[in-house]
């Protein structure tokens, strides 16, 4: 039988090429992480298997520096005039593939009507309320881990003066710093690694362009604006004579004894705030004597009719007071009480 030779290292077939021991970068794969990438070839010669030829490949993921910040209930909050710890809430989302922490700023517009004071920050406790008895009052966001979202509040006080439909725009803003996993200190801001990669953890601001801020600085703004509601109230005090010792009520005149009424309406106009906690005090003058058996009626019409009776008298300073109920937009309250003349 005729056999034929073969010399080895001549032919060689490939018998595996190329295998993968971790799956492809994902674009939420957390910064620092080490991807490795394994390559194994075997082959045969002569009909012989050889042994594996291998090697691997592993880079370390980078920062991914993603922030956003997103105004909650609405684009308007409402507000009167010398309200003080307005506050207008947010949820602010680490969008990027690592810890950071936030430093939190606000910045008001130009071009609006008037401007906040005494500007603070909290975090919710997770009740959605602002209560700052329970809200934790910040500075920055510290640690936010990856794909984490806090509700924060910006909390100011609104100026006297300021008129229905007056407003001011508020825009937080959240910046990006290194996260050293230590509570307590708000880290280095962040900024774009310069030239090519490197082996280490690198760093690139992939942020959108908010309200107030450019895209890629590793920010992001979003706006609310305080919308004011006043109430526009007005007070007008009038008195009738209702009888005197002579004419008795036909015709009567102011003459010692005459019982006067006195009418005081509140009102307030349209498109006005609802004004609450109406309180109304009237200093008696000397020459007249209140007369308690008549007593105060309280929330009667714009002609001092109707209403219950209520209030309060006091002797020692000779007034008389009383609460009226809320006065919304368009209405008219009263309170009204008798004197005799002295």
Partial sequence: MTRSKQLL??????????FSASPALAEGTTAGQDITNNVSVTYDVGGV?????????????DRKVNVTVAEVGGDTTEVAPGQLQAAIKFEV?????????????????????FDITNIKFYVDNGD?????????????LDEMAADETRTVFIVGDIPTGVVTGDTADVALVANAHAADGTAGALGAELVDTAGANTAGVDTVLADGAGDVDAANQ?????TDTYVVSAADVTVEKTSQIISDPVNGTTDPKAIPGAVVQYCIVVSNSAGSATATNVAVVDVLPADVTY??????????????????AGGAYDAGANEVSG???DIPASTSRSL????TIN
């Fill in 49 to 61: 298997t050889q042994g594996a030829v291998v090697d691997s490949d592993t880079f370390t993921v």
């Fill in 323 to 325: 609460t009226l109920d």
């Fill in 218 to 222: 590793g920010d992001f703004s979003d």
């Fill in 336 to 339: 009204y009480f008798r004197t």
């Fill in 93 to 113: 989302t680490n969008d990027s593939n690592d810890a950071v922490d936030l430093a939190l700023s606000a910045q008001q517009s130009a071009a609006d009507d």
């Fill in 291 to 308: 007369d308690s058996v008549f007593g105060i009626f309280l929330n009667g019409d714009a002609t001092c009719n109707g209403g219950a």
């Fill in 128 to 140: 959605g309320i602002f209560n700052p008895a329970d809200d934790l009052e910040v500075t920055y």
């Fill in 9 to 18: 290292g001549a032919v060689s077939s490939i018998a595996l090429v190329a």
